[in-house]
């Protein structure tokens, strides 16, 4: 039984076992005729006395263990020892003033890592291994970091202490998997730095920002650089949707029905918005109006305070101001000045959406009622309310008085009308416009992936404009090469984009051209950064575990953790 529950070396007899409440109290002594003075290292068998020591262990049974040694104190023989008595030892169980065993502690420890403090107490609560959140920190506080000695592969990348204004960088190391160093910062000398005292590092996986692409240079110059491949791509469907942002045209051709009847859609002048209809509605034939197809999504002009806007915004950059100072000076967002610096002309934004409202479901019946003659929208709301209607009055009277413009100028206000007259209907049956952010996807996406709805929205966007058919393919073209790690088809690529005479994705191959060498490693290695990117989501949830309140070295610690053998 002593052997069961005490390491061998450790000669403890146990006396007794007790259980009260939720706890288990084993009573032992250690029987030990000798030892060693930790000073002087002498041989005593002079016992000078016992004492007693209170430690908490392993939970047996999902209860508490508390155990009591009665352990012995030796006097030091040695006469020019400062050290005049010590404890008998017992350091690989219980290290000297330890109010836990070892064995319990690494528990604590695995635990506190795991989960933090105040998450750590309370499954440890559970596990009848009581301690204080407190404790828990201290403990990973006051362990010790066992990062492996060299690196081939890292990766690295920033990550936020609090975003869009504190940033740290994280470096991982791609062939282990793990994490091995955070920075509290990523100011390109910091990084640098690092790299510095890696000399041993061959390969640097990093996004394609400027300060790690320099850090990387200059910190580790023996080593290849590759660039991030989700980067790579996520700033192809960026140039997609650039192009996209120009060719309105094509965008508006994606939200077409493909019930339309070419002709009647042809016969509806673009400017016939509904909601916009201003014309009187006496003078309007109803076949037009009262149709059951739909208008093209508009755009409106942009309004004269965008243009003006838009115009300061050129104006300025072309003074030779950076983007941010015109962001300073105009008071405007970082992002709308880049887009108007890299715009042709002011964007034009899509006429108001249809979108659905509390009133969709009742249309048909709203409608029914309608040309039956009740133009009265009190009375109309009553009805659906009765029928489980939950908006209110206003939602109906709006509706009512879109419809009322097509009555004629004597019967608009009657609440009833006349068996003579029957009411046209104006019907909200635009589709919704597609943004190109949302028609980008249909270039980038594989073409199997799209359901039937969104392959003909496709070959619709293809077929309205020649230079779809070439973005499409130059964007499927590169997709392909990243992800087949195809580089040799790079250079073609590139010639083939400068000849396209497609302005975004000529500026996206620039970019790729100033880091090219990156690029095709990209192209050709293994290594992304896909990882680092796992291990920032592992770093923000730990982060946020702890409710933001821990300092960098508890962050760093965790982060950096690895369970043994795990
Ligand atoms: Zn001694």
């Keep these: 039984m002593d052997e069961l529950i005490f390491p061998a070396e450790m000669p403890l007899r146990i006396e007794q076992i007790t259980k ?60 020019g020892c400062p050290r005049k008595t010590f404890a008998g030892g017992m350091t690989e169980l219980l290290p000297a003033r330890a109010r836990r065993t070892t064995r319990l502690k690494e528990q604590h420890l695995a635990t506190a890592y795991l989960l933090g403090g105040e998450a750590g107490r309370r499954l440890l609560q559970l596990l009848g291994m009581p301690i204080s959140g407190d404790t828990l920190i201290r403990d990973i506080r006051q362990s010790g970091e066992t990062l492996p000695a060299t690196v081939r592969v890292v990766g690295v990348d ?67 650089q590759v660039a991030d491949r989700w980067h790579l791509l996520h700033n192809l469907r960026e140039a997609v949707v650039n192009f996209l942002q120009q ?12 019930t ?29 109006v009262a149709q059951e197809s739909f208008s093209p999504p508009t755009r409106q002009a942009p309004s004269p305070r965008r243009q003006e806007r838009f115009d300061e915004v050129r104006h300025l950059k072309q003074a030779g101001y950076s983007n941010r100072a ?15 610096v890299e715009a042709e002309q002011c964007p034009r934004y899509p006429a108001g959406r249809v979108s659905n409202s509390k009133l969709t479901p009742w249309l048909p019946y709203l409608e029914e009622r309608w040309q039956a003659g009740c133009t009265n929208a009190s009375q109309l709301w009553r ?31 009657s609440r ?24 980008s996807w249909l270039i980038i996406l594989d073409k199997e992936k799209l359901d039937d709805e969104e392959q003909a929205a496709r070959s619709r966007m293809l077929e309205v404009d020649p230079q779809v058919v070439t973005v499409e393919r130059l964007a499927q073209q590169f997709i392909q090469m990243v992800k087949e790690r195809s580089g040799q088809g790079l250079d073609p690529w590139l010639q083939d984009v400068t000849a396209s005479g ?32 796992g291990q920032i989501n592992r770093l923000k949830f730990i982060k946020r575990q702890m409710y933001g309140r821990a300092k960098l070295d508890l962050l760093r610690k965790r982060v950096l953790y690895r369970a043994p053998s795990a």
């Design 260 to 288: 339309v009847d070419q002709d009647q859609a042809e016969a509806i002048p673009a400017e016939c918005n509904p909601a916009e209809a201003e014309v009187a509605p006496e003078a309007v034939p109803t076949s037009l």
């Design 158 to 224: 920033d990550w936020a202490f609090k975003k869009g204004q504190t940033y740290g960088s994280i470096v991982v190391d791609l062939e282990r998997q793990q994490p091995i160093d955070l920075l509290d910062t990523r100011e390109t000398e910091a990084v640098t730095a690092w790299f510095q005292a890696h000399p041993e590092i061959e390969i640097v996986s990093r996004d394609r920002g400027k300060e790690f692409i320099k850090a990387a240079t200059d910190g580790a110059p023996q080593a290849e």
């Design 502 to 533: 497609i302005k975004s994705l000529q500026s996206f191959a620039n970019g790729l051209r100033s880091d090219l060498a990156a690029v095709r490693n990209a192209l050709s290695m293994p290594w992304s950064n896909g990882q680092v990117e």
């Design 20 to 79: 009260t409440g939720g706890q288990i109290d084993i009573y032992a002594h250690l029987q030990r005729t000798q030892d060693c003075c930790p000073n002087c290292h002498t041989t005593s068998s002079a016992v000078h006395g016992r004492y007693w020591r209170h430690p908490q262990d392993l939970p047996w049974l999902g209860l508490t263990v508390r155990l009591h040694l009665e352990v012995q104190r030796f006097a030091c023989g040695n006469n």
């Design 383 to 413: 009805e659906i309310k009765g029928q489980g209607f939950s908006g209110c009055l206003g939602l109906v009277g709006l509706w009512a008085s879109e419809q009322r413009k097509l009555l004629p100028a004597s019967q608009r206000y």
């Design 247 to 258: 060719q309105t045209a094509c965008v508006q051709a994606v939200a077409q029905a493909p």
């Design 326 to 340: 015109i962001s300073r000076q105009l008071k405007m967002s970082t992002t709308t000045v880049r887009k108007y």
């Design 416 to 439: 009833q009308q006349p068996e003579t007259v029957q009411p046209s209907l104006i019907r909200q049956t635009r589709p919704v416009p597609w943004s190109a952010q949302r028609a």
